[in-house]
């Protein structure tokens, strides 16, 4: 029996540790029969390498900062070397933000370390994208997840990350609009809280695990990233054809329930 993405080629940005929810998305894509190449660059790209190495399939890791127009040239040629020119998804795992901007001082933060976070955390999506258009366009029906955080609330201590992030499901958006006519669906992903590196870094983070779990329907576990990774693989295959711009909680229902 074929897997869901038989056949398919995708890019997987944002591995780090076996714990990424990125690691989930490429471990999964590729039991489902997934031809994956990963992204990292400068310090993290040894860590990359080592995790790949965990996958039963190592893939080859690409240099690739979302802020370097080099690197996406270097990518789609890599891609023409390698893969005919073809993409047919990708999965965005991007996001940054200096520590100015976490942890409660919002209204202290300076305009030169919000526009980072804002660069690294949401332009890069139509960076990447637009970047990847002619591979994405190459496929016939390219579709693009972003791993998101739902931001229609405001979070403790997640501050301007929080604004990143409502910019990232705008820009979401407007790409599906843009790239709807090529058959490209752009879709994010708004995950409940899980125990990666990233999330260790917001200040305040065991303040959603100890709720969450407790608040969601559905129950919820922070060290458990396949629920997310399932949504994503899903998204990237081909079983939501006319699904673009759409935002899918993958959080046990707790977006849904008030107090």
């Not at 944002?14 to 714990?19: F, N, R, S």
Request: proline share 5%; aromatic share 8%; net charge negative.
């Amino acid at each position: 029996m074929s897997g869901l993405l038989e056949g398919k080629h995708l890019l997987v940005t944002g591995v780090l540790t076996d714990d990424s929810l990125a690691f989930g998305v490429a471990r999964l894509a590729q039991e489902e029969g997934a031809r994956v190449v990963l992204t990292s660059f400068g310090r993290a790209m040894s860590l990359t390498r080592r995790v790949a190495g965990h996958l039963d399939n190592p893939p080859e890791v690409l240099e690739l900062d979302v802020t370097e127009p080099a690197h996406l040239a270097g990518t789609t040629a890599w891609l023409a070397e390698n893969w005919g020119g073809r993409l047919d998804g990708l999965l965005h795992s991007v996001g940054f933000a200096p520590p100015s901007c976490l942890g409660g001082g919002f209204l202290d933060a300076p305009w030169e370390d919000v526009s980072l976070a804002l660069h690294v955390s949401a332009f890069s999506l139509k960076t990447l994208t637009a970047g990847l258009l002619g591979p994405l366009r190459a496929s016939g029906s390219g579709s693009v997840v972003a791993l998101d955080f739902d931001n229609r609330v405001a979070w403790p201590g997640y501050d301007w990350m929080g604004v990143a992030k409502s910019a990232l499901e705008s820009t979401a958006r407007y790409l599906a609009r843009d790239l709807g006519a090529d058959n490209i669906r752009v879709n994010c992903v708004a995950a409940g809280p899980v125990r990666t590196v990233a999330a260790k870094s917001i200040p305040g983070f065991s303040r959603f695990e100890d709720v969450w779990d407790d608040r969601a329907p559905l129950g919820w576990s922070v060290s458990d990233p396949e629920p997310v990774a399932r949504a994503c693989v899903a998204l990237l295959s081909d079983w939501f054809p006319k699904t673009t711009g759409e935002l899918v909680h993958v959080d046990g229902g707790y977006h849904a329930m008030g107090v």
